[in-house]
């Protein structure tokens, strides 16, 4: 009996192998015998898939540099003239003594419990970043004449802290003053949220043009074989059996139609990300890495073409 059972059982797996085999070489047969349809619905699958490509690509980067600009806002927390809050000595008199005010505001920044890190930054290393920025006729600044203040640069854990950090620091004795950005971090952290929320409603926009745009061009091949398909009901063939080379049929025009937008998308993104990502690295943001957003991109736009 346990003998029968695997013989029964080698025999449906051959069956359903060689079925298998069978409706793959009459699917690759019908695309060659339609051609004109299939290069019409290929060419459709590849449009399709190549403005989806390129509009997701375009949405994801943008709501991540958006993100990436919303994590960047810093507190900048400007320690008065005559604090020297991170110097642990002082000159008193002509005398070199302890600083007993040492690390007391970056204490205090420090003790938040919504403060993630606080870097200082002194008047000299900003000065030399303005004259970097502004240009040589800042130089005149140079020395005693430096007008700018010792600072602390704080990074909040999210950015919804930044606020709330600004008004805790304002409180600290020896702040001369505190800068968070004001109304335009309100609006950058708006404008961050709506390109997140509205990306995706595009992006899911996109994806269900495509499954519409797809199917419907699958579905003309289909109708325009009716008559085929009666025939073989006729002479007693099941659906499923009927089904499956279509099945395979629209894989294919799918996974065809995937081929000239990936190579697209690879050659595209590479060539815009080496030419605006060192900008945007400057500024702290980036985009996607190449590396694995574009095989994610291409792997998408495979499994849309062939799965629908």
């Known amino acids: ?42 060419s459709s699958v590849m449009i399709t898939l190549t403005l989806v490509a390129i509009f997701a690509s375009v949405i994801f980067n943008t709501a991540k540099l958006a993100t990436d600009i919303e994590n960047n806002v810093r507190v900048m927390v400007y320690i008065r003239k005559d604090v020297a809050d991170n110097s642990e000595t002082i000159e008193k008199e002509g005398q070199t003594v ?19 890190s606080v870097t200082f930054s002194s008047k000299e290393e900003q000065y030399e970043k303005l004259t970097e920025t502004m240009g040589d ?35 600290i004795e020896g702040v001369s003053e505190v800068q968070d950005g004001g109304a335009n971090t309100e609006r950058l952290f708006k404008l961050a949220s709506f390109i ?8 899911g926009l ?26 073989m009901r006729l002479v007693g063939a099941k659906n499923s059996y009927i089904r499956r080379p279509y099945l395979m049929e629209g894989a294919w025009i799918g996974a065809l139609g995937a081929i000239i937008p990936s190579g697209l998308i690879y050659l595209l993104y590479h060539m815009v990300y080496s030419s605006l990502n060192p900008d945007f690295v400057k500024g702290g ?22 799965i629908i």
């Open 1 to 42: 009996m346990a003998v029968s059972f695997v013989t029964k059982l080698k025999e449906n797996m051959d069956t359903m192998i060689s079925r298998f085999f069978r409706h793959l070489f009459e699917s690759l047969k019908s695309l060659k015998r339609n051609g004109w349809m299939t290069v019409a619905a290929v």
């Open 98 to 116: 302890t600083n007993n005010d040492y690390h007391k505001v970056y204490d205090a920044l420090k003790g938040m419990s919504t403060v993630k």
């Open 137 to 171: 006729n800042w130089k005149i600044f140079e020395g005693d004449a430096n007008p700018l203040y010792d600072a602390y640069i704080v990074d909040t854990n999210t950015p919804s802290d930044v606020k709330t950090v600004a008004e805790e620091a304002k409180k």
């Open 196 to 203: 997140r929320v509205w990306g995706l409603v595009i992006a």
């Open 206 to 231: 996109l994806i269900f043009i495509a499954v519409f745009l797809i199917s419907n061009t699958i579905r003309i091949t289909i109708i325009s074989r009716s008559r085929e398909i009666q025939i």
């Open 285 to 306: 943001i980036s985009m996607y890495d190449p590396e694995w957003f574009v095989y994610a991109v291409i792997g998408t736009l495979f499994a849309v073409g062939i």
